[in-house]
Structure formats: structure tokens, C-alpha cells
């Protein structure tokens, strides 16, 4: 189902983030300033309740000094 597919790839992105975030010593609040967006936006990200854009996962890839496709690798 096309449904289970997409929550499948937000948890994926979302344990993606979280994880290399932490790994750089990032607090959300740090990401969300310099990826100039709300902090509450990358909770949702982290929880896999947000269905960031194209631009959005762009500045969270560049702040996390990775590429976009590692965002939603599997590990």
C-alpha cells in the first residue's frame, strides 16, 4: 500500500536526521536556526510527521555536510 510506503520513508528520514544531527553535536534548535526554519518544523521531521520539500531536505543535507540520498538510506 502506497501509504505504508510513505510512512516507511519518513521514518527512514527521520532516523536519518536525528541521527547524523546528534552525530555532528547539533541540538534541533541549532539545525532549525541554520537551516532557516522553525524548530518545531524539525521535530516534526524527527518524528516522521512532516513531509519536508525538495529546498527543505537541500538546507538540512548541506547543514548535515551530506547529500540528500543519505537522508533517506537505509543503514
Known sequence: MKTDRNKQLLG???K?????R???G???EDL???CD??????SKVERGIANPS????SRIAEILQVEI???IKKK
Open 12 to 14: 527512514l528520514l527521520a
Open 16 to 20: 536519518n536526521v536525528r541521527s547524523l
Open 22 to 24: 546528534k552525530n555532528i
Open 26 to 28: 547539533l541540538s534541533q
Open 32 to 34: 532549525a536556526f541554520q
Open 37 to 42: 526554519i522553525d524548530r518545531t518544523y524539525i
Open 54 to 57: 525538495l529546498l527543505v531536505l
Open 69 to 71: 540520498k543519505d537522508l
